[in-house]
């Protein structure tokens, strides 16, 4: 059966190095994927933390390493590679926070995660990884998510080291968006974040686009903060169920559909 988003040019504001499974669902609907990373992912300015915590990872001294984000698992698998590192030990177990995460920790690492909440909410798997046991974990963290901690080591038995791993920058690269979007050559957008929307208004607005260039598109949004955020787009807001990649597409595709929201 053909999609309905053949032939329908439709926005990636993922960051560069996230872009590729993004494109790849929307080719295989059939759609035209568009560059335009509206966030860019950089080390910390200070590396030293993040690489001791990676050397001490390896040595051993943590039993899980907890990935909030994707871009969380694209760090540690970059910082391996600069400083000359093996894989992660097998005994070290990996969490991660929602569908993204989870795949982003299997393409970079390696290894599916260990457990996945099934809530995607990050303090859910203090409770869910303990069970009564006393552990350490090690928590990757980037510089615009909100910070996360254990409900008291205490009550879980859990000992949380957190450890800046990223800044999140305005993008850059791409196709030359609000060219498209004043030709009317742009039939949707995705975003995958509330940065990614905040960002994509910044980003737009810097590159001279007019106010109203998304008024009548779909944006469709992982997640309701996502949503919530590019309502200050003024486009057509699709919040779409969980924040999977999938999840997107089958959005869009719905609203194309000839009993959608178009």
Known sequence: MTSTLMGKKIVNTRASHAAAELDELLRLRGAEPLSYPSIRVVPPPDTAPLDQA???????????????TAHAAYMISQRLVALDLGPLPETLRLGAIGPQAAQATERE???APYLVPEDDVAESFFGASSNGHDLRVLLLQGDL????HARGPTEHSIHVTAVPAYR???????????????????????LTSPVSARNLDERLDAEGAFKDALAGLPIACSGRGTATAAAELGGIVLECGGRSLEGLVDGLERYFSPRGTG
């Open 54 to 68: 990676v050397r001490n990872a390896l040595a051993g001294r943590f039993d899980w390493l907890l990935l909030p």
């Open 168 to 190: 999140t920058l305005l993008g850059s690269g791409g196709v030359d968006l609000p060219l498209l979007l004043a030709e009317q050559r742009v039939d949707g957008i995705t």
């Open 145 to 148: 998510v909100r910070p996360l």
């Open 109 to 111: 690492l390696g290894r």
